[in-house]
Nanobody
């Protein structure tokens, strides 16, 4: 089993940057596909970025492509989401998620473990 704890959220002005981190427990972290999802008020949870157990395979939602970067450090059991050029529409609760698989997972229903989320608010 994996426990996930997100950090790094906060209030930032449009055009600014934030770096989210997700700390994972467990000795088999490197075997898990990881993802960042977000949920804005009144909207469904959506994929932001995903990364396979092999850090070479990544996927980004069109809305964040070129602005966000997902990365992982298997030695430190962490996943990061670097968010640049933030927009007000990026405002949401951001969740870290995991699944024991070698593939990139894009569907939130395909994830097995979730953190409690961290709030990102982008002011205009």
């Amino acid at each position: 089993q994996v426990q996930l704890v997100e950090s790094g959220g906060g209030l930032v002005q449009a055009g600014g940057s934030l770096r989210l981190s997700c700390a994972a427990s467990g000795r088999t972290f490197s075997s898990y596909a990881m993802g960042w999802f977000r949920q804005a008020p009144g909207k469904e949870r959506e994929l932001v970025a995903a990364i396979s157990w092999n850090p070479g395979n990544t996927f980004y939602a069109d809305s964040v492509k070129g602005r966000f970067t997902i990365s992982r450090d298997n030695a430190k059991n962490t996943v990061h989401l670097q968010m640049n050029s933030l927009k007000p529409e990026d405002t949401a609760v951001y969740y870290c998620a995991a699944r024991l698989t070698s593939f990139v997972v894009l569907d939130p229903y395909g994830m097995d473990y979730w953190g409690k989320g961290t709030l990102v608010t982008v002011s205009s």
